[in-house]
């Protein structure tokens, strides 16, 4: 099986900063894409940024010059650097990768989610 583990999140001012880590790690042969979604409350699980492979990277709107995406493929890790943060941008955070196993399976695989809330 493949495991993600997040961690980074918690509670932070409007307009400050969070960065959020994710690590694969199981039977794992190859990672196609690893990126990020969230779920606000109330609300469905939306994408949020994803780094599929070397230096492509992809936003939703909403994000896009506040957030940064990156991956250390040599550690099966994502960040997601967030800036200028929101309330909006209140929610669970979810850590996603695409993965080939050793099995000879691919499928996507979730993390158990990091919360990130944004008041003062």
């Known amino acids: 099986q493949v495991q993600l583990v997040e961690s980074g999140g918690g509670l932070v001012n409007p307009g400050g900063s969070l960065t959020l880590s994710c690590v694969a790690s199981?039977?794992?042969?190859?990672?196609?894409?690893m990126g990020w979604y969230r779920q606000p409350p109330g609300k469905q699980r939306e994408f949020v940024a994803a780094a599929p492979s070397g230096d492509t990277t992809a936003y939703a709107d909403s994000v896009k010059g506040r957030f940064t995406v990156s991956r250390d493929s040599a550690k099966n890790t994502v960040y997601l650097q967030m800036n200028g943060l929101k309330p909006e941008d209140t929610a669970v955070y979810y850590c996603?990768?695409?993965?080939?196993?050793?099995?000879?399976?691919?499928?996507?695989?979730w993390g158990q989610g990091t919360q990130v809330t944004v008041s003062s």
């Open positions: 199981g039977n794992i042969f190859v990672i196609y894409a």
């Open positions: 996603n990768a695409n993965v080939l196993t050793t099995r000879g399976e691919r499928g996507n695989y």
